[in-house]
């Protein structure tokens, strides 16, 4: 059985256009999405820095990557990924 | 229902859904790459340039005594055409330059080849869409200047027929004009007399040069 991705969270750097509706838009078509939530944590010339979060029973990051590059966004790094039969958070630890 | 009805049915039913993807696909271009703007102030630009294109063609006709309409239309129509070529080409050459340059730079601050991006195609597309505004906004300028000649067969003197398209080119520069002002939200008269002024000064212009 193919392991499941259920969470992913991005960081993305983006040209301003297309927006983030469109962006989430996009994303949340994909077969597999259930939610998307884009917010912008910082605004630069001509670009933006985006925090991705896509939620779904079957996320396929092949086809979340090809929509981010065709909408002029490149993935910097995956910042958080759960997978499996249901979402958990990352487990507070003493170090924490 | 024939089976022929349904064909043709199922035919119009997938050019409907071909049009309204293609509309749905040129707004999305059009936000990304912001044709609107750029195409509107092509038109107002070079509508303006055929209308005294024109201008300049039937008052040197004119002043140099020519008789015939259809002398004037050849002329008009050689010259709506080349400013028509030279508008779309020219835009074409420049536009796609510009935008593959802002592409580049683009594309060097996310460290990604844009080219086959939605911003990559936008840009394309906003090319030729400029350049067929570009092109055809001084074609019509000019040709709405020369219908006048076109319809000379009823008129019963050559003089009326100049008359006639200079008033149209004049009626077609306030219109232009009126637009501009709408676009600016200005006085529309005001705008209106702005674009007026620069086709009386042609003519003015014009037809004190004489060939002799």
Excluded: C
């Amino acid at each position: 059985m193919i392991g499941k991705i259920r969470r992913l969270v991005l960081d993305v750097l983006k040209p301003m256009e297309p927006n983030i509706i469109e962006m989430a838009k996009g994303l949340s078509l994909e077969e597999g999405v259930v939610a998307v939530n884009i917010s912008i944590a910082e605004i630069d010339h001509k670009v933006e820095n985006a925090k991705i979060t896509i939620e779904g029973d079957n996320i396929n990051y092949e086809r979340v990557k090809a929509i981010i590059n065709d909408m002029g966004g490149s993935i910097h790094s995956i910042d958080e990924v759960v997978a499996g039969k249901m979402i958990i958070d990352d487990a507070a630890t003493l170090q924490d | 229902m024939t089976m022929e009805d349904e064909e043709s049915d199922s035919n119009s039913n997938s050019y409907n859904h071909s049009v309204r993807q293609f509309v749905k696909r040129a707004n999305e271009y059009n936000d990304i790459a912001n044709i609107a703007v750029i195409a509107r102030r092509s038109f107002g630009n070079n509508a303006f340039d055929g209308i005294l294109t024109m201008i300049g063609v039937t008052i040197g006709s004119f002043t140099s005594g020519v008789k015939d309409p259809h002398v004037v239309i050849t002329t008009g129509l050689s010259t709506s055409i080349a400013i028509m070529i030279s508008g779309a080409w020219g835009a074409y050459l420049t536009e796609s330059a510009e935008r593959k340059k802002d592409l580049k730079e683009l594309g060097q601050i996310t460290l990604t080849n844009l080219d086959g991006s939605r911003i990559g195609r936008a840009s394309r597309f906003a090319a030729i869409a400029v350049s067929i505004v570009d092109g055809l906004a001084p074609f019509i300028g000019a040709i709405v200047v020369l219908i006048p000649f076109f319809l000379s067969g009823f008129f019963q003197n050559i003089r009326f027929v100049y008359y006639t398209s200079m008033g149209t080119a004049l009626v077609a520069l306030f219109i232009l004009g009126i637009w501009l002002g709408n676009v600016a939200k200005e006085n529309l008269v005001v705008y209106g007399f702005k674009t007026l002024l620069a086709g009386v000064i042609s003519i003015l212009i014009g037809s004190m040069l004489n060939g002799n």
